[in-house]
């Protein structure tokens, strides 16, 4: 069994390099700056920029009819331009180019550009000679505009993390999957039954939790959607009064955020002493202890329904508008709790040897919530640290999250698959871990 | 007969930490010191036998023979170090009385509580809840918090819930010391009811008595061995009279 175990993992990590080296070679296919090496790297500040037709709006400048940036001087070949500025629009751009100083713009020296958004900032591909350039936004009325300078063939590095959790990571996590289902096949029917028998503890300890939890207050289940709700109205002052985020519904954005981290907090804190907390079962008599982080988590997840009342409630005072799409929130709900019950059960088996990961990990929680767009922005985030920031799995549930109920967007497949290989690797690492020290739980408890 | 549970050279240590080590810190600091050291304590050495279906195996031995151990081991709660452990059929431990009964809930709740700790459905139990009540008495405590219990009511309810359910192997440790006489004689009536059903049943005690009364084969350990298995009158009277 042991050197099965051993052959899977082997084949993993070599499953994992080569799909890694894959997956940085798809990336880099499409990644528009492995050209642009070659160039000259230009940055255009807005000083040196001409703006024409603009307004000036509160968030910036606001696009007209025939709104134009023009470059001077350029003097260079230009194959990738970069945006260092957030655009409100997916129309296509029309460029117009001169190479000689002494042209004018014409129609026979221009072209139309769609963005590509490459690491969250809209670049488009030029690919050519220009002396100067006219950037013309058709068909933007009104759209906002907040440009900080344009960059020309910008040839910074990129390994999109993304990608690799999606094309590499996830193929992995199917493999060892896989693998585990042919070799533990013959015993899986019995850990399901062993699983089915234990099911009614498992809805008796949630109900135990449950009467525990809210018996003891007069307002019982309201507080799970009072709480949430007065954090976030203090968030609310502090935030979007002194530092002034640029986000419409800040309420609602920090509420989604919190909510859906304090789920995963609740999961994983729960479940770390949840082994420890049962000894006195685990002593007595025969349970799988699994059941213990798992309850945890269920409890938790209950509890977080509670609390997406008080984002229903938010949204419906702020008068947010909501699209169809977020009728799909349990899907980021499920990613989050399978990645909770992972963590939690790595934690919970350590726990039990390491008493003193409890106050470790409660710090590296109030790290870990600052890594996370939860009370903040992305967009205030340089392109390293956003770069960081997608090596962290609450980051991409927040986002999806989020997507789903305020901007009506339903992340694309990469997106889905790198979500799922957080999931699945926790999940699967979690499994491993707990597993291998169950039989020793009793000793040290 | 077949062998229900068959016990095969088990060997079971445990590791005696000079100084208890359980936090990171202290086990970072130690292994870079290099003070980490580990006693082993052999609990059980090379102990193999089986007890076959219908049978009632009684296990007597001095404090710290290992007795609770393999009672342990036998439930599944402790896996041995090493050796081998079969068991068929569903067990019933009794290593102690109302293993996770909550105080705070009252009896009936923990009637179910309890019943699914030993892996039976809110259904099955509440077909059982009035024989439960009517064999342990409690008809008027039923909706009492089982902390204002005295021992022997818990004691009493531990008991019922877990034979109740009829299990194909039942474990019992010391427990049938608790309550009075009279209940202790309900209890040996029940048990003695369940070996007619066919269920086998494992008992540690210290009552000798108790043992001549219920057993059929005997098992005497000494520091972790067997050191003598046969009939009950036997062995019973080899033990008793050891260091005479």
Redesign the interface.
Known sequence: MRGRIFIIAVMGIIILILTSVYSIRLSSADNLYCKSMDYENKIIPTSDMELENFDEGEDGLVLKESSSIYLHNIDTYVYTMRFNAKIDSDKALKIYYTEDKEENFSEGKSFEANYNIVNGRPVIIADRYMYSARIDFIDNLGTNLKISSIELNDYSPVIDIEKLLAFSLFPTMVFIIAAAVVIFGVKLNLYINVFR??V??I??LVL?DL??KYRRSILGFLWSILNPLLMALIVNAVFSHIFRFSIDYFIVYYLMGSVLFNFMTECTMGSMLSVIYAG????????PKYIFPMQKCMFAFINMLFSITAIIAMIIITGMPVTWSALLFPVPLLYTAVFSLGLGLILSALTV?????EH?YTVFVSAWIYLTPVIYPESILTDALRNIMRLNPMYYYVTYFRGLVMYGEIPGISFNLACAAYSLLFLILGMAVFKKCQ?RF???I | MSAVISVDHVVMNFRKNKEKVDSLKEYVLKSILRKLSFDTFTALNDVSFEVEQGEVMGIVGLNGSGKSTLLKIISGILKPTEGRVSVNGTVSPLIELGAGFDFDLTAEENVYLNGSVLGYSKKEMEEKLPEIIEFSELSEFMNVPIKNFSSGMVARLGFAIATITRPEILIVDEILAVGDFQFQKKCEERINEMMSGGTTVIIVSHSIDQIKRLCDRVIWLENGRIRMEGACEEVCLAYENQGV
């Not at chain 1, 006195?280 to 349970?287: D, F, H, N």
């Open positions: 028998k234990y009614p503890l809805s008796n135990r009467r525990v006195g079962l685990i002593k007595k008599v025969y349970i040897f390491f008493r003193d990961i470790l039989d009793v000793l040290y």
